[in-house]
């Protein structure tokens, strides 16, 4: 699993979800948090802040949509290794293909449990983080 003291920025345009996330992750034991209220937002504090180590994004708010972060995530040098969750409402299948293809780690449906974001985590660690043996 990531390191407890990871910087995770939470990123949603709703502050009750931003604050159900940051509580499921202090639940897991993660104590280190940035927030955005959009992608815009969120893309600012990824450019002025080099120590954010995970991004845990709606899909759906204005300005930015989750998935045109992402794309710009997946494009910038600096970023594109970051570790990055979707989170939507949204479970159309041509939605997840669009998220794959922008190079989402991982999708999690909302409504979520801690459970289902932890092993959401524990793939995307899997998948970046831990070294193939």
């Known amino acids: ?3 407890p003291a990871i910087k995770i920025l939470v990123i949603d345009d709703m502050s009750t ?3 159900l996330v940051k509580k499921r992750l202090k ?6 948090f940035e927030e955005a209220e959009d992608g815009l937002k969120a893309w600012a504090k990824l450019n002025e802040q080099t ?3 995970l991004v845990v994004s709606d899909w759906n708010m204005p300005n930015c949509t989750g998935l045109e972060l992402l794309k710009k995530v997946r494009t910038d040098s600096r970023l594109k290794q970051m570790p990055f969750i979707l989170l939507t409402a949204e479970a159309e299948v041509s939605q997840v293909k669009q998220a794959v293809l922008a190079g989402v780690d991982s ?4 409504p979520f449990t801690m459970e289902s974001l932890k092993s959401k985590l524990e793939q ?3 998948k970046r983080v831990e070294k193939p043996k």
């Open 1 to 3: 699993m990531f390191d």
């Open 124 to 126: 995307v660690y899997a």
């Open 51 to 53: 120590d954010i180590g």
């Open 27 to 32: 639940e897991m034991g993660y104590v280190n």
């Open 17 to 19: 979800m931003r604050n």
């Open 107 to 110: 999708y999690c449906i909302k």
